[in-house]
């Protein structure tokens, strides 16, 4: 059976702080690792990794495949109170489904 | 642009009453189409898939069902809803070489 583990479940820290957040998969037919941000309402993508050790960035977040050790890392720096919600690690097959990890809540403090 | 569209966005309805959520997409063709559901403090659950029009795969057995009778839109329905049916439901699409999802704004279904 397909299994992605989230670590840590949760995470609190203050503004300014960066952030690692963790992402191991076992994933028959493996093609693709997603993360997506859950702000109470639908999840909004954030990067498709595919290939090992090219780091995608998007501003102050960044995230990197391992595909031999089966995980994956996204990175926030500098955290913003809005950066707080759910991420979502999610491990996609070469025919389209996803498994979901369970999720890491973020929360930020001013 | 593509955009996805669900409705309705919140929804309360009495145990045994039927259901009908419906997912549509613009702006793609032949996309594949999934609902998810995320009950409450819990991940998200692949309900059902969908490749083409008429063609439906179910991942979980329950007393759901999907159907698809255009090329982008997406049914979710329940001739009587459990308690258990309570939760957010999620439609997404992706189109068959990229695998990365999009999700619709969801529907916050409460059934008492």
Not at chain 1, 99 to 105: H, V
Not at chain 2, 63 to 75: H, K, T, V
Request: glycine residues 8%; charged residues 15%.
């Amino acid at each position: 059976e397909d299994k992605v583990v989230q670590s840590p479940l949760s995470l609190v820290v203050h503004e300014g702080d960066t952030v690692t957040l963790n992402c191991s998969y076992e994933v028959t037919n493996f093609r693709s690792l997603l993360w997506y941000k859950q702000e109470k309402k639908a999840p909004t993508f954030l990067f498709m990794l595919t290939s090992s050790g090219i780091e995608k960035k998007s501003g102050r977040l960044s995230s990197i495949l391992d595909k031999k050790e089966l995980f994956s890392i996204l990175n926030i720096t500098a955290t913003q109170t809005g950066d707080s919600a759910v991420y979502l690690c999610l491990g996609g097959t070469s025919y389209g489904k996803l498994t979901f990890g369970q999720g890491t809540i973020l929360t930020v403090h001013p | 642009s593509q955009t996805i569209h669900q409705w309705p966005a919140t929804l309360v309805q009495p145990v045994g009453s039927p259901l009908s959520l419906e997912c549509t997409v613009e702006g793609t063709s032949n996309p594949n189409l999934y609902w998810y559901r995320q009950a409450a403090g819990r991940g998200l659950q692949l309900l059902f898939y969908s490749v083409g029009i008429g063609q439906i795969s179910s991942e979980v057995p329950q007393n759901l069902s999907a159907s698809r009778p255009q090329d982008r839109q997406f049914i979710l329905s329940s001739k009587k809803l459990l308690l258990s049916d309570s939760g957010f439901y999620l439609c997404a699409w992706d189109q068959r070489e990229a695998y990365e999802q999009y999700f619709g704004p969801g529907t916050r279904l409460t059934v008492t």
